[in-house]
DNA sequence: AAATTTTTCGCGTATAATGCGAATTATGTT
DNA sequence: AACATAATTCGCATTATACGCGAAAAATTT
């Protein structure tokens, strides 16, 4: 078990429930002393990470900013994706949009989003860099069977209830049954899980047909319910072809 | 001089230009064992700062993501902001975009852009996250005035030419001269300086009247020359009512 | 201008990071 | 599938460096 650096710590207290804090109150939450606070704060300050607020408190900083346009521009799964995505926005019934998602910290993330032009996007719920849950919705769900057995393991003793609830089965035995199942298929889709008036297709991205790097799915609307199965082998083929782009070079 | 933690270090690193790295060239690079190396990279992974690509490399991961979102949705100064720039566009010539920048790094960076409605935003060369020259452009120069002296000292011994090319002034009391200037207006227009066919007009964005936060400007069509210099007024208030914003709660 | 709070600095001590080399795991090849 | 090679992790002794303390300095408020 990794991940005990003092600093880092620090930035981790930055959260969207709690997205301000003072040096006096980082000491308090890692129990270290002012001065230790201090000198965090300072190099996160100097990173670029972390920068000053009103009233001595700090908030994340420009170099975020900067980082997530530097993934934008040269992140391998994104770089692979974005044209496919682009490419197959054309199949979508219109009000469609298309995701790219991966795993985080218990969490589905989206990575990007494409939505035909003239169309709001507050409508879907998956915004960039909005954690979702993991086991509602297919662009979730999709990612479940391709988890190592000691991660659904740990995840199904955390969160049974959920994953009941999500109609992934009753006990471990079931679940498993489930996450099989799914993967046979290839693909997942989802009758409004998320959205209320929405439709989840989603298909895994795999790195040598093995490891999971996140999923892409299509999300359309309720009225397109006949279009759905259609679009499910799509997105598989379209899967493929971003990892093919992304084992080229 | 603090900002001497490894681990972020390492995250230092990856740049636009060298976007992807390995353990081994992370150890080359910071001059430390490769085992080193591999904990730091651990550590920024289990962070979701970095994460891992193919062939045991290493891009920037998913945290920086989650993190841009908070900032869109929790900065301090880009919440104030985001309403008096909605407000303001209704006063712009059509074709305009509406920027939110601030220092970071001898650059500056748009923290956020509004643009109306329709317009592609392509053809404006300040995109969110992108680093932008600190001497050209009405975005960037309008923050000069504002800085502390030792910055400015320490700017103009490194960027005198650049300085001189931007019309700011042969030597450093020249340089001081236009500043000072800069400030007695309270906005500055600048023309077609960053992208051929456009006009900026920026004023500054204080911290009680002193500190510099960053900037707020227009960015319009070369056509609309004649209603730029009303535009410079009618941001300073506009600044201000941000200013104002962010002073409360 | 005084008082109070916030932030930085200097320093001795002890903790925790470091490099080494070996063990383990992953990857690629015949 | 078995071997060879590369990539990554682990264990441990050493010493560097991050730590807390208290004081100094800076900033903020009264």
Redesign the interface.
């Known amino acids: 078990m990794?991940?005990?650096?003092r600093?880092?710590s620090v930035?981790?207290l930055?959260?969207?429930d709690r997205?301000?804090w003072t040096a006096e109150k980082v000491a308090e939450a890692l129990e270290v002393s002012v001065s230790s606070a201090y000198?965090y704060v300072?190099?996160?300050v100097?990173?670029?990470?972390l920068t000053p607020?009103?009233g001595g408190s700090y908030?994340?900083?420009?170099?975020?900013?900067?980082?997530?346009?530097?993934?934008q521009?040269?992140?391998?799964l994104l770089v692979a994706a974005r044209p496919v995505m682009a490419d197959i926005l054309r199949y979508a019934p219109s009000h469609s949009v298309i995701l790219l998602s991966?795993m985080?910290?218990d969490t589905v993330?989206c990575?990007d989003q494409l939505v035909d032009g003239t169309y709001p996007t507050a409508e879907v719920s998956y915004?960039?860099?909005?954690?979702m849950p993991l086991f509602r919705g297919a662009t979730s769900k999709i990612m479940l069977p391709y988890l190592p057995t000691r991660d659904l393991r740990r995840l199904h003793a955390a969160h049974a209830g959920e994953i009941r609830d999500a109609g992934l089965g009753e006990g471990w035995d079931e679940f498993r049954k489930a996450l099989t199942e799914m993967r046979r298929r290839g693909y997942v889709i989802t009758y409004w899980e998320i959205d209320p008036e929405r439709i989840g297709i989603a298909a895994p991205l795999l790195?040598d047909q093995k490891r999971l790097l996140g999923s892409l799915s299509y999300v359309i609307p309720k009225s397109e319910q006949d279009t759905a199965p259609r679009l499910g082998p799509l997105l598989m083929a379209a899967a493929r072809e971003v990892e093919v782009r992304?084992?080229e070079d």
């Not at 990794?2 to 650096?5: E, I, L, Q, W």
């Not at 908030?59 to 993934?71: E, T």
């Not at 915004?127 to 954690?131: C, E, F, L, N, V």
């Open positions: 990794a991940g005990h650096d600093t880092i930035l981790k930055f959260t969207i997205p301000v000198r300072a190099i996160l100097e990173a670029g990470l607020a009103r908030v994340l900083g420009p170099a975020i900013i900067q980082y997530d346009r530097q993934i521009l040269t992140d391998p991966r985080f910290e993330l990575i915004a960039r860099g909005r954690p790195e992304l084992a």
